[in-house]
């Protein structure tokens, strides 16, 4: 059996595409599943989302190890989500970093130095996606040409739900492979 922890953005939330398909995923899957919600409070940006994000990552860890002792949880983050990536290495817990913020050296020093399996996904539109940090990793990279911080590629709508049908089968491969 399997278990997520469903992470979302800041003004992305759970209902939003891509963690959509992460819930439906995990759903197929008979997981466990602790979506957070979250009101991201004016300023956080400014003095550092990391403690905000843990907070509330680590209390939906709690939650799933009382409703579910000895299952080790996949995190599913989204963007700000994946300031959770400290605590997941921490934890060496197996993720999916959707849209992670390469751009910041913690986040991808974090995620490189979990023993867990992860899979990253982002777009070549996106300012916070930095490919060479994605590949020095060492994790398994799916990159979306031409998508933006949403994963929707330009052009039309066939283009963006052809990059979610292309995230949608990673997501299932890679929990397939946790259970």
Do not use: C
Not at 138 to 163: C, F, M, S
């Amino acid at each position: 059996m399997i278990a997520g922890v469903i992470v979302p953005g800041h003004g992305y939330g759970p209902q939003a595409p891509l963690l959509n398909l992460a819930n439906e995923a995990l759903t197929d899957l008979d997981a466990i599943i602790e979506i957070i919600t979250w009101t991201v409070p004016n300023g956080l940006l400014d003095i550092g989302p990391e403690p905000f994000v843990r907070a509330h990552v680590s209390a939906a860890l709690h939650r799933l190890a009382d409703a579910a002792p000895g299952i080790q949880p996949v995190i599913i983050a989204k963007s700000l989500g994946t300031h959770a990536a400290g605590l997941a290495a921490e934890r060496q817990l197996p993720a999916i970093w959707l849209t992670p913020l390469l751009d910041d050296n913690a986040v991808a020093e974090a995620i490189t130095r979990n023993p867990a399996p992860a899979l990253l996904v982002g777009g070549t539109r996106d300012r916070t996606w930095v490919p060479d940090a994605a590949v020095r990793t060492g994790k398994k990279v799916l990159t979306i040409e031409g998508a933006n911080h949403g994963l929707r590629p330009h052009g039309p709508l066939r283009a963006y739900t052809d990059a979610l049908a292309a995230v949608g089968t990673e997501l299932e491969r890679f929990l397939s492979q946790l259970t």
